[in-house]
Nanobody
Framework: VQLQASGGGLVQAGGSLRLSCTAS????????RAWFRQAPGKEREFVAA????????FYTDSVKGRFTISRDNAKKTMFLEMNSLNREDTAIYYC??????????????????WGQGTLVTVSS
């Protein structure tokens, strides 16, 4: 199974983008999916996650109130709606899927399937 991330691009500060992450197989089933990002010269960091059954969501503090993670269960697709973007949001965004435990949902080691990444560039 592969994950395909899309929706990145160049946007002005204050603008919005919507990222999508689609599994190559509709039968793909995992406990949780997440978005991580890696900015130039920085380590990969957790952005948001969603428990697939129940839809519980989790965010890193810097994106709370600006980003919304959601999923379409029938299409096995996950979304990240990003609003009020700023330059600090510039990064490659990766989607990931796994069957980890809830207490470690922000830990990248809990995810064993990763997408190829989509670049988000926010200009001032």
């Amino acid at each position: 199974v592969q994950l395909q991330a899309s929706g990145g691009g160049l946007v002005q500060a204050g603008g919005s983008l919507r990222l999508s992450c689609t599994a190559s197989e509709l039968t793909f089933s995992t406990t949780q999916r997440a978005w991580f990002r890696q900015a130039p010269g920085k380590e990969r960091e957790f952005v948001a996650a969603i428990r697939w059954h129940g839809g519980y969501t989790f965010y890193t503090d810097s994106v709370k109130g600006r980003f919304t993670i959601s999923r379409d269960n029938a299409k096995k697709t996950m979304f990240l709606e990003m609003n009020s973007l700023n330059r600090e949001d510039t990064a490659i965004y990766y989607c990931a899927a796994g069957n980890g435990i809830l207490s470690s949902i922000r830990d990248a080691r809990q995810y064993n399937t990763w997408g190829q990444g989509t670049l988000v560039t926010v200009s001032s």
